[in-house]
Nanobody, 125 residues
Framework: QVQLVESGGGLVQAGGSLRLSCAASGRTFSNYAMGWFRQAPGKEREFVAAINWSGGSTFYADSVKGRFTISRDNAKNTMYLRMNSLKPEDTALYYC??????????????????WGQGTQVTVSS
């Protein structure tokens, strides 16, 4: 069974940092691109960042560029999102996603087959 499980969310003050993790199981995710998306209440899902299978290529939304860093450890089947200089507008439910057809520049998420349940990030002002 394919499973993506996010962790690391929480409540943090503006300017603070968090590191999210996405643990993958049930497939050889080391062969797949992976991505982070987020959804705030009342808003549509938004692309955050993506990374190719080897970790050698990354792609970020303009809103997080320079503040967030995506990485992966294929030996652990885990992807990470380091979030620095957090802002209240970063508050959202953060999802990880992957799949055999996933494309790092797919900001709509249409090529991602597998999604986690999400981890909540709340940034207070």
């Amino acid at each position: 069974q394919v499973q993506l499980v996010e962790s690391g969310g929480g409540l943090v003050q503006a300017g603070g940092s968090l590191r999210l993790s996405c643990a993958a199981s049930g497939r050889t995710f080391s062969n797949y691109a992976m991505g982070w998306f987020r959804q705030a209440p009342g808003k549509e899902r938004e692309f955050v960042a993506a990374i190719n299978w080897s970790g050698g290529s990354t792609f970020y939304a303009d809103s997080v560029k320079g503040r967030f860093t995506i990485s992966r450890d294929n030996a652990k089947n885990t992807m990470y999102l380091r979030m620095n200089s957090l802002k209240p507008e970063d508050t959202a439910l953060y999802y990880c996603a992957s799949g055999p057809a996933a494309r790092t520049m797919d900001v709509a998420g249409r090529t991602y087959d597998y999604w986690g349940q999400g981890t909540q990030v709340t940034v207070s002002s």
